[in-house]
């Protein structure tokens, strides 16, 4: 009991105190920034009636929210398919390597907001240049850990693999990959967070129906409410999706 409430207690004052301030500041200081207060009241709609569907962009919360992780998860799973591939390449190979550093060093740090528009030029359609936005966001950590992954695995597991004459298949699935899971991990969970941070980008300006939108819809309505409504939406999200990720590592470690 005394392990729960130590694990339970700190976290649960936390929150109280942030939100305790948070209505102070609104109080104090003249601001546009609602309350949480207010924030529930004018929300709570959206919460308590989480899979109403009103209109197209009047939803519940977790239907908004349904949309995004569908599109998310999808734009994940393609950068998954391509970065995992190349990032056990340029771990291989020091001359795949040497001509991927440069483009990849450009291209990882450029915003989501920059590849959509590209996305649309390219696909002349709004979702699969979000899917394009998400896939070629997230992907980088995943080929950076993987790489970094084969290269710091020991020589002498290599050279054991060519003792007992396993061929390269084998080698590959039973040696290289085993040694890299850990480095996989990371990169895999890294990717999950960045795909999620780039679902407000892509929906913001391809306009389909998801958590995004809503919060743009509702920035150019000027209700302040609800853009905190996706705000916390979209952290809580992000919190429970980085936990499973972590359990799914600890699961397969194991």
Request: hydrophobic share 55%; proline share 7%; glycine share 8%.
């Amino acid at each position: 009991m005394k392990k729960l409430w130590s694990a339970v207690l700190p976290p649960l004052v936390g929150v109280v105190v942030f939100l305790l301030l948070w209505e102070g500041f609104t109080h104090v200081v003249k601001t546009n920034l609602p309350g949480p207060l207010r924030t529930w009241e004018m929300s709570k709609l959206y919460v308590l009636e989480p899979f109403t569907k009103r209109g197209e962009m009047d939803q519940g919360i977790l239907l908004f929210a349904g949309h995004s992780l569908l599109l998310v998860f999808q734009g994940y799973t393609l950068g998954l398919l391509i970065g995992t591939p190349l990032g056990f390449a340029i771990g291989l190979s020091k001359t795949i390597q040497k001509a991927t550093d440069p483009i990849v060093q450009i291209l990882r740090p450029v915003s989501p907001l920059a590849w959509l528009p590209l996305g649309l030029v390219i696909f002349e359609k709004s979702a699969p240049a979000a899917l394009f936005t998400i896939a070629f966001c997230s992907m980088w950590p995943t080929v950076l850990n993987i790489a970094a992954g084969v290269r710091a695995v020991p020589v002498d597991y290599m050279n054991v693999a060519k003792v007992l004459g396993l061929p390269p298949r084998k080698t590959f699935f039973k040696v290289l990959v085993p040694a890299t899971v850990p480095y996989m991990f990371t990169g895999f969970r890294v990717s999950l967070g960045i795909a999620w941070l780039a679902i407000v980008a892509a929906e913001m300006l391809s306009g389909n129906a998801g958590l995004g939108s809503f919060l743009w819809q509702e920035y150019n309505a000027l209700v302040y409410e609800h853009i905190i409504l996706c705000i916390i939406t979209i952290g809580l999200i992000g919190f429970v999706l980085d936990r499973m990720m972590m359990f799914a590592e600890s699961r397969f470690k194991t």
